[in-house]
């Protein structure tokens, strides 16, 4: 006897029929067949008890596989047919299921190609809210070569590898091999979500790409059977790819959780649902966040989501190959001076209006805004620099300043320029502006990507507190006043000074070569320390600040002309790139650059 019984999805109680049937169920114990829909669905207790067996029919054995399909319908996969391979197509039906999918197979016997009998089952099996996403994962991405390169090396090539093989050892061997959990981690917007559908795209799978809060009910057990249902679609239409996209939502580290706890059942069925696979289901989980920091420990062992993968923001390359795509794909027309500037202005040191870096989507961005300007004024022509300029700052609200305060601006500005024209440590200027498009700061001057990134030394760690200062000795020289202006200089001036005698032991024979500070806390900064070590601390910082000062003043005051050049054709042009600006100073001085301030370092050395 076979009954189909329904209960509330949410489990708070049964249905009338699902107590009528238990009722029956303990009167006539000679009933031996209950039947479900879902089979991963949790029995209650007191059915369960009656049945010593649990048997989950969704999918079939791979092993029988061959016992189901006829000659005359594996005459559409080819001359020879691949069961392996073709079990990655049906692994999730189950053989009544896959009977009815082989016999409506159409086209011709002995196909030199057997991709159309792959296809026709690819869509009978897709089902629920799955897709099938079409992005190329090497010609739709864009950069990123090295996570490409992990991406085939560690995934795709395996499986690859695995489809070619005929033998069943081999094949299990090689399915062990593979991470069926992945975590792709990242800021928002570095395509996270468009990788997991470009490895979807390459291995033919399903994808469905589910948001953390959207899995949430308030009702107690739905957010789990929610879970159970999202699997168990992904199982019947196999190969497929589940994508949790801010993973993080629900799955933060258990014991965290300030809410109604469900975060906690959610986790442990989900853990359930992924210790449940088997390695021959073609069924992958991507979980994407951006707090890889936050997730539960248990998520990120062997065995779960093993595969970790850090997609960062994008470097000159992947940018470059960004803007490829779009100008493509847009029509934009970018010329190469345009396409090298596009690159640039959105590179390292420019920040986003919320305070960022430029992502894959801010450039997306970029690029729509730019086909909406030569959309609206019906441009023909290429495109050029300063187009993509006004694409990126054309509805900025900048403020609107006085002539004075204009004037205050430039000289500080060019203050921080010459200052750093002067500096053998820091690197060339690549723009200089008084009509920034960051809403905290008026004007800025930008550097050039520094030769040495990773290791500096206590010459760089100097010339920028030079650099820091020179725009507030401009003002005292040229303007005879100062503005408040210089606060986050002097900020940045007495935090690098800090670090260089608290952390770094250059802080001169008094304070020693020793570490004073490891916590950032102010209050906790300097703990223990004895009021002569805090005395002779804060004597070697105010020297430091105040050796750059003076350096920053004989600088300014010996080019004081120069200064006054330079603010002046600020006013005039507003933005200045490094190659007006080298045209206009000159390159950057090679030689009797700072031999008065190599003699001073020596005092404190």
């Known amino acids: 006897v076979r009954h189909r019984v329904r209960w509330t999805t949410a489990q708070v109680g049964l249905t009338r029929e699902a107590r009528g049937v238990m009722t029956v169920l303990y009167e006539n114990p000679e009933l031996v067949w209950l039947g479900f829909k879902d089979p991963s669905f949790p029995l209650p207790k007191v059915i369960e008890n009656l049945f010593p067996h649990r048997v989950s029919l969704l999918g079939l054995a791979r092993t029988r596989l ?24 049906v692994s999730g039906v189950n053989a009544v299921r896959l009977r009815k999918l082989l016999s409506t197979l159409e086209g011709e016997d002995y196909p030199s190609n057997p991709a159309n009998a792959f296809r026709q089952l690819r869509q009978a099996t897709l089902g629920g809210t799955l897709e099938m996403p079409e992005v190329d994962l090497h010609n739709d991405i864009g950069g990123y070569a090295t996570v490409k390169q992990q991406l085939c090396t560690e995934i795709l090539d395996v499986l690859t590898r695995k489809d070619q093989h005929i033998d069943s050892e081999e094949i299990k061997r090689i399915e062990e091999l593979i991470p069926k959990g992945m975590i792709f981690w990242g800021p928002p917007g570095t395509g996270k979500t468009l990788f997991a559908k470009g490895i979807a795209t390459a291995l033919g799978a399903a994808i469905q790409v589910v948001s953390g809060p959207e899995l949430k009910s308030k009702w107690v057990g739905e957010s789990e059977e929610n879970l159970r249902q999202i699997f168990l679609k992904a199982r019947q239409s196999a190969p497929a790819i589940i994508v949790f996209d801010e993973l993080d939502s629900f799955a933060s580290a258990r014991g965290t959780y300030t809410g109604s706890g469900v975060e906690h059942s959610m986790v442990n069925q989900l853990l359930t649902e992924m210790d449940g696979f088997h390695k021959e289901e073609m069924v992958f989980i991507i979980g994407t966040t951006n707090f890889v920091e936050s997730l539960d420990p248990a998520l990120m062992r062997p065995g779960r989501f093993e595969f970790h993968l850090h997609i960062p923001y994008p470097d000159n390359d992947a940018r470059r190959e960004i803007i490829k795509i779009y100008d493509k794909k847009m029509k934009l027309d970018m010329n190469e001076e345009a396409l090298e500037f596009a690159v640039k202005r959105t590179g390292r040191g420019y920040l986003t209006p919320t305070g960022t870096p430029f992502s894959g989507d801010h450039i997306n961005a970029m690029c729509r805004s730019l086909a909406r300007l030569r959309l609206r004024e019906d441009k023909k022509e290429e495109t050029t620099p300063q187009d993509v300029e ?7 609200d900048r403020p609107k300043m006085t002539k004075a305060e204009e004037l205050v601006l430039a000289t500080h500005e060019s203050g921080h320029a010459i200052c750093s024209l002067h ?9 200089i502006t008084i009509e920034s498009d960051n809403p905290w700061a008026f004007g800025y001057v930008q550097h050039q990507d520094h030769a040495n990134r990773y290791i500096q030394t206590r010459g760089y760690y100097f010339d920028a507190i030079v650099v820091a200062l020179g725009a507030r000795e401009a003002e005292n020289l040229l303007l005879d006043d100062i503005s408040l202006g210089a606060v986050q200089d002097i900020q940045t001036a007495t935090a690098i000074a800090r670090d260089m005698v608290e952390v770094h032991g250059m802080g001169g024979p008094e ?30 910082i105010h020297e430091i600040i105040e050796e750059a000062r003076q350096r920053a003043v004989e600088i300014i005051r010996e080019n004081k002309a120069t200064v006054e050049m330079l603010r002046d054709l600020l006013l005039e042009k507003r933005t200045i790139d490094s190659k007006a600006f080298t045209e206009l100073m000159g390159p950057k001085p090679a030689e009797d650059k700072t031999s008065k301030t190599r003699k001073s370092r020596k005092k404190t050395s």
Do not use: M
Request: net charge positive; hydrophobic share 30%; proline share 3%.
């Open 390 to 396: 006004k694409a990126l700052t054309e509805w900025v």
């Open 511 to 540: 304070v020693g070569v020793t570490r004073y500070r490891s916590d950032e806390h102010d209050n906790l900064r300097r703990a223990g320390l004895s009021e002569a070590q805090k005395e002779a601390i804060d004597r070697a």
């Open 66 to 89: 061959r016992h189901l399909i006829t000659q005359a319908e594996s005459r559409k996969f080819g001359t020879e047919l691949n069961p392996w391979l073709l079990y990655k197509y």
């Open 423 to 431: 500096c053998d440590n820091t690197p060339n200027i690549e723009r």
